[in-house]
């Protein structure tokens, strides 16, 4: 069973900067070999894109709302992966959701990914 935990949510003020942190686990299940992506859902909004990398870290996309400000990377052996958030903008609250997909090659397509956490809370006040 594969079980992705977030963290690293809070409140924080526009312009600041938050590290968010998405650790796998389960029996055996190691992040290698999976694309992984984080996406955010706002109230009344469907679940958005924010970014995405390939399983060996080698290829990121992101959203055109956050590139230039976010980062996505990973730590295999640890078993994480990471969003970086710079410049953040009250328009950035939202869960993110961080997903898992078994094609390794890190798409934009939330239908592709089976595996995803609980969330974590983003709230960036103005």
């Known amino acids: 069973q594969v079980q992705l935990a977030e963290s690293g949510g809070r409140l924080v003020q526009a312009g600041g900067s938050l590290r968010l942190s998405c650790t796998a686990s389960?029996?055996?299940?190691?992040?290698?070999?999976?694309?992984m992506a984080w996406f955010r859902q706002s109230p009344g909004k469907g679940r958005e894109f924010v970014a995405a990398i390939s399983w060996r870290g080698d290829t990121t996309k992101y959203a055109d709302s956050v590139k230039g400000r976010f980062t996505i990377s990973r730590d295999n052996p640890k078993n994480t992966v990471y969003l970086q958030m710079a410049s953040l903008k009250p328009e950035d609250s939202a869960v993110y959701y961080c997903?898992?997909?078994?094609?390794?090659?890190?798409?934009?397509?939330?239908?592709?990914?089976?595996?995803w956490g609980q969330g974590t809370q983003v709230t960036v006040s103005s």
């Open positions: 389960g029996r055996t299940f190691s992040i290698n070999y999976y694309g």
């Open positions: 997903a898992a997909e078994r094609t390794g090659l890190g798409t934009i397509d939330h239908q592709k990914y089976p595996y």
